[in-house]
């Protein structure tokens, strides 16, 4: 591997051990001037140092050793975005200092350094400190940093370290900041700008802030609250203290990702960060927390033991996955935020049964391919694989084992095998294979699941979407079983080991119904025997919300891989009848939504929607608008379950006349006309029938609302107005600069969703895809969604039109999403070929 080699990695025969900089920012230029030096320990003699840099000019260029200084000439090598400094004289081994200067640009995107608005900051995960500063750009690279900024007098300037001084120095003011601790470069982090703060409160000795812009001062208490909340959870699970001296969070007007983890200086993407209570719909608050809380759990996991290499990314991200769910369920566990777990786990679940899904640690040859595997197989598989392992040791060894993996490798770098070493010792049991087996093979089983009396005869093979694929892997799969009988319901665990097995449950009188993956919190998917799904479909009342749900999602997962026929799905959904539990709820009419949307047209498609309307509607004026006294959370949930049935699924007239007034006081300030969890639905259906004064008004109030979750949901309004004139102005927003960066794929998948804008968005996408590329080039994250948005056609031709025009305009920082993308579509096209005419065989029916 030479330096022009886009795989190229650095040797260890050189270590930095300490970088301290100074950079002077110019925010109306957006350019920069930096110097630093570094303190190096040289491992073996070298004539050349091999540090990583993209467009930056370096200037003065030296080596400082045993006083002796030895000139080293920069040369430029774009491929591997490296610069190599070739020394006049061999550098023996020992200490040295390098001596840099250097000046570059603000980037156009959202990574390296970038201005959102008024406000300068850095996004470097996975490899952009390199835009910023000549570094060892590589997560096994940790080092000190001391930086110093010269930044405009009237801004604040924050990074990972607090501030020791600051002065005035010419035009600047020179903040500096105190050393960190050993850190790789993708955690330096550095946010200038007209900031405001909360006041400075306490968590575990931790001073914390939360920062935004002034006019969205209002919306800073909740993501401050969850810090000082989650802060002590947290350290009490690792048994370690906070090590990073303080904790500031910052909301950025534009940002690619949803939060990124920095030490000790967390920037998050506004909408992540920054509510109202009082307004905010509770799907909202839990996001925040979840966020809040996933990128907390980094500052341990990830942060203070850090991975080697990119290719054990996916552990990070894995495990600040499930432990935010965790931690939360702690602070708040009447939100029941598991089943928002699971929720991203069928996302998961999905994906995984395609061709083209991977394993969750793959090989990452280079750090664009770390940033495309971003994605639900790294973070939701990966989440409920550690759910999954955790479940099946016990939760105290569990712990036991991250606790032991957090001392050994404290301040260094470990890989996952470590962790599975660690909770191998803790459990004696054999976690490295179960591990292994689940991380490095793609895709997951099906279990078939039949009972003869009280003996349960248990098969897995692989699990595809498409119809008629299996595959010959195995699992060891850790099951729980759940059963009912005379004396109520029990439980036990099982590790199905090989292709099948049986195992005989101990029963009062007869097994009355049994679940294959109780809790749901098994990453499979059962398939019952017809006698056991009438025995579940006629006990939903004693399993779980999670279990009601994951035997909706297996249902209708058969139903896709053509081993379940659609019209017993359809019964079982009514066999729900009067579901109570939102979250149940929810997965039947996003179900409910999906055959509304791709396999009913015509007559039929009128036909569906009002058997939907019959079957919601009375259970939506029973409840009333408006929350009555003494109403849960849960019963606000409801209510807004059963309007996306009645109105997003159903379009109930009597329904969207009640809506269009109360979204119009809305709209006139009145924010209480509306529960704050009916807002998402109401303000989507109004845009629907809605007319040019209320798309005007949307797109008037859309970039003046400080509040973010509010901005976005009028600005993903304007992609849903069915007139078709209305369309084609939303379609023309697309590529002006009205939709910011952040927003901008979803702004493509909600006009791709619209019936009416579709056509004419894709040939639009199509026409102008070089102006999508270049939007997007600073932010490659915002692309793969494009991409994935083009899921959202639906007919056969549009899959042919979608192939053509991704084969004639390949898309390589999204392959794995562009063969996603187009095996998924082929199957929904495919799903609507086979069963529209079953459907509709069905609704004829009743
Ligand atoms: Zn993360």
Redesign the pocket.
């Known amino acids: 591997m030479t330096t022009d080699d886009r795989d190229f990695r650095l040797s260890r025969d050189v270590l930095p051990r300490r970088i301290q900089a100074t950079l002077t920012l110019d925010l109306d230029a957006r350019s920069f001037a930096g110097e630093a030096e570094l303190t190096l320990s040289v491992e073996r003699p070298v004539r050349t140092l091999v540090l990583h840099a993209v467009e930056l000019d370096l200037g003065r260029t030296e080596v400082h050793v045993a006083g002796r200084v030895i000139r080293a000439t920069p040369r430029v090598h774009p491929v591997s975005e490296t610069v190599v400094l070739e020394l006049d004289d061999p550098l023996p081994a020992g200490e040295a200092r390098l001596v840099v200067a250097w000046t570059g640009r603000f980037t156009e995107g959202l990574r390296g350094l970038y201005l959102a608005g008024s406000v300068a900051a850095t996004q470097f995960e996975a490899a952009d400190a390199r835009r910023v500063f000549p570094c060892f750009d590589e997560p096994a690279f940790k080092c000190t940093w001391a930086l110093t900024v010269k930044v405009p007098p009237g801004l604040v300037a924050l990074s990972n370290g607090r501030i020791l001084a600051e002065e005035l120095d010419g035009p600047y003011r020179k903040v500096r900041f105190a050393e960190t601790e050993v850190l790789p470069s993708y955690l330096v982090a550095l946010v200038v700008g007209p900031l405001v703060s909360t006041s400075e409160e306490m968590a575990v000795g931790v001073p914390v802030r939360t920062w935004c812009l002034e006019e969205k001062r209002a919306l800073l208490g909740f993501g401050q609250q969850a810090a000082l909340a989650v802060l002590p959870r947290l350290q009490d699970y690792f048994g370690l203290p906070y090590a990073f001296g303080k904790l500031d969070q910052v909301g950025i007007p534009d940002f690619e990702a949803g939060?990124?983890?920095n030490a000790g200086l967390i920037t998050y993407r506004e909408v992540a960060l920054l509510l109202d209570p009082a307004t905010a719909p509770l799907s909202i608050q839990k996001r925040v927390a979840e966020v809040v809380t996933?990128?907390l759990a980094?500052q341990w996991f990830?942060n203070w033991v850090t991975m080697v290499w990119w290719d054990d990314l996916w552990l990070?991200?894995a495990f600040?996955?499930w432990m935010a769910y965790k931690i939360v369920d702690q602070w708040r566990p009447q939100w029941r935020v598991w089943l928002d777990f699971d929720a991203g786990k069928a996302t998961a679940l999905h994906l995984d049964a395609l061709r083209s899904t991977h394993p969750i640690r793959g090989t990452v040859a280079n750090a664009a391919e770390a940033t495309e595997s971003f994605d639900a197989i790294t973070?939701e598989k990966g989440g409920a694989v550690l759910r999954m392992i955790e479940g099946f040791l016990a939760e105290e060894v569990f712990r036991e084992g991250i606790r032991d993996y957090m001392r050994t490798h404290a301040r260094a770098n470990a890989v996952a095998d470590d962790l599975w070493g660690a909770l191998a010792r803790a459990s004696r049991a054999p976690v490295v294979e179960l591990a292994n087996a689940w991380i490095r093979q793609s895709g997951y089983p099906v279990v078939s699941v039949a009972l003869e009396g009280t003996r349960v005869r248990l098969s897995q093979e692989r699990f595809f979407s498409e119809p008629g694929l299996s595959g010959p892997e195995t699992w060891p799969v850790p099951l729980v079983l759940a059963w009912g009988d005379d004396r109520g319901r029990h439980t036990r665990t099982f590790l199905l080991g090989g292709r099948s097995s049986e195992v005989v449950l101990e029963a009062s009188g007869p097994v009355r119904w049994l679940d294959a993956n109780a809790g749901s919190t098994g990453f499979y998917r059962a398939a019952y025997s017809a006698e056991l799904l009438a025995g579940l479909g006629r006990s939903l009342r004693e399993l779980l919300p999670a279990e009601r749900i994951g035997l909706v999602a297996d249902q209708w997962a058969l139903v896709r891989a053509g081993r379940a026929r659609v019209a017993d799905f359809l019964d079982l959904v009514l066999a729900f009848g009067d579901e109570a539990d939102h979250a149940v709820l929810d997965e039947l009419v996003g179900r409910l939504g999906y055959v509304e949307a791709r396999l009913v047209d015509g007559e039929d498609l009128e036909r569906f929607r009002r058997l939907v309307e019959r079957l919601f509607l009375p259970r939506l004026q029973q409840m009333g608008w408006d929350p009555v006294a003494g109403e849960t959370d849960q019963d606000r949930l409801r209510r807004g379950a059963l309007l996306r049935a009645v109105a997003g699924v159903a379009r109930a007239k009597l329904v969207l006349a009640e809506i269009a007034p109360r979204v119009d006081r809305v709209l006139n300030g009145q924010r209480t006309a509306l529960d704050p969890n009916l807002l998402d639905t109401a303000v989507g259906v109004s845009a629907r029938d809605g007319d040019d004064e209320l798309f005007d008004r949307l797109r008037a109030a859309f970039p003046r609302e400080p509040d973010p979750a509010v901005k976005r949901r009028y600005l993903l309004a304007l992609t849903a107005f069915e007139r078709p004139e209305l369309a084609k102005r939303a379609e023309a927003m697309l590529l002006d600069s009205a939709v910011p960066l952040q927003d901008f794929a979803s702004f493509v998948h909600g006009l791709l969703a619209n019936r009416v804008a579709r056509e004419a968005t894709w040939a639009l996408l199509r026409d102008r895809w070089s102006t999508v590329t270049e939007k997007t080039a600073g932010a490659p994250m915002l692309l793969r969604r494009v991409v994935e948005a083009f899921g959202n056609l639906r007919e056969r031709r549009h899959l042919d039109e979608a192939r053509a025009f991704l084969a004639a305009h390949p898309v390589p920082e999204a392959q794995q999403a562009v063969a996603q993308t187009l095996e998924r579509l082929a199957q929904d096209v495919a799903l609507r070929e086979r069963l529209a005419p079953e459907v509709s065989v069905w609704l004829r029916g009743r």
Request: charged share 25%; no cysteine; hydrophobic share 25%.
């Open positions: 939060a990124m983890e996933h990128e980094h990830g990070n991200e600040a996955t973070y």
